[in-house]
């Protein structure tokens, strides 16, 4: 693991070497405009080293990203006007995550825009029995200790 990563467009916009509409920059983390927004306002916060999943990343970095986040988040609420915002992490690529940086996205939302909750991302819901959740509970929560 290296700070940056050359083949990566995440890090090229972090060394200034490609463009970006930067909105917010802390020592650590960086905000700017997606490209291709979903929302007026949809904004993409990133770790400044290269990491790939939220996982990767140590506790003060993510610490400064969810700082960055929290920060964030109402003010590009403000700045298009909107009524809420779904902030999310495509993490991996089973996710959908296409850009191999970790980048938090703050997608604003507007009564009746038409979209859908956070709940809309995965597929067909699973039917677990009370035995299963059990025992995924516990898978997690003995992870933890
Ligand atoms: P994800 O699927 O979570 O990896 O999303 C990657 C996001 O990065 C997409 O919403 C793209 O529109 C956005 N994106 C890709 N390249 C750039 C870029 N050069 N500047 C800003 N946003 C970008
Ligand atoms: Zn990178």
């Known amino acids: ?32 405009l997606d490209a291709n927004p979903l929302a007026p306002g949809h904004t993409l916060v990133i770790p400044t080293a290269h990491h790939q999943h939220l996982q990767d990343l140590d506790g003060h970095s993510a610490h400064v990203l969810y700082e960055t986040l929290h920060d964030l988040v109402p003010v590009v609420e403000d700045a298009v006007d909107a009524d809420g915002s779904n902030v999310a992490f495509n993490n991996g690529s089973a ?11 703050i997608v604003p939302r507007f009564e009746n825009d038409g979209g859908s909750p956070i709940h809309a991302i995965a597929g067909e819901r699973p039917e677990l029995s009370d035995a299963e959740l059990d025992d995924i509970a516990d898978a997690i929560a003995e992870r933890t200790e």
């Open 95 to 105: 996710a959908g995550q296409e850009v191999p940086h970790v980048h938090g996205h």
């Open 1 to 32: 693991m290296t700070d940056s990563n050359e083949d990566c467009i995440f890090c090229r916009i972090v060394e200034g070497e490609i463009p970006s509409r930067t909105v917010y920059e802390t020592d650590g983390a960086l905000a700017f």
